[in-house]
């Protein structure tokens, strides 16, 4: 890998998108499928009750002030104020996958024309802001945040910069293991094997990483116990061992 990245980013990133697993067999027979949300309509009842309560507050969020870093990110107009708290850090955004979600499954659960009507103007202020980057980019995060981790500028001393973009690893943990390592670049991943508690649905992956510390280097090996996302066979998540 010619890049050069903090352990906690390489891992997350690389396990997350780079190791693939086979199909697994199912243990037993499958008795029953899933079935798609808008085959079920709720009749008058408290689940329905709490179903339209969860609508109308899904449509008193602004999508505008959802889509402000987004907007400012591509160089586009901004619409509206920015929501505060968490939103008005730099490395934000996923709030609004989450809204996106939400309303799509409402739109689904109720064919409430509001819902969808969110998801397709949502959807089509990311196309233009893709198109304002030129290169395919869609995101809330500043690019630049993005060209400093890919060169390796966000080191492990700067967790707390990057653990903005990735939750999972404490800071204090990455400092115990690195100290002040200034760079981390990952040498090898070996193949995932199953893990001595296989209940734990977990799998270990064993790597090796370059550590450089005031100009010296050293290697550390380690292993990452991962897991698929649910659903997604290809993503995996991080578990801890690192």
Known sequence: MRTKWTLTVVLVAVLGN?????????AVPIKAQPFSLNQVRLLDSPFKKAM???KAYLLKLDADR???????RAGLPTKGQRYGGWAQKDCVGHECGHYLSACALMYASTGDEESKKRVDYMVSELAKVQAKHGDGYA???R???WKKTFSGAIGAKDYAKAGRMYDGI???KVKQIL???DRVQIVSLGEPAPHARPETQFLCVPFEVELETGGTKSTKKGTAYVRPVYNQPDHWTIGGGI
């Open 139 to 141: 995101g809330s995060v």
């Open 18 to 26: 780079c190791l693939l697993a086979d199909a697994v067999e199912p």
């Open 179 to 181: 100290g002040q390592a």
């Open 66 to 72: 959802m889509l402000w870093p987004f907007h400012e």
């Open 52 to 54: 339209e309560i969860n």
């Open 143 to 145: 690019p630049e945040v």
């Open 170 to 172: 404490p800071a204090e």
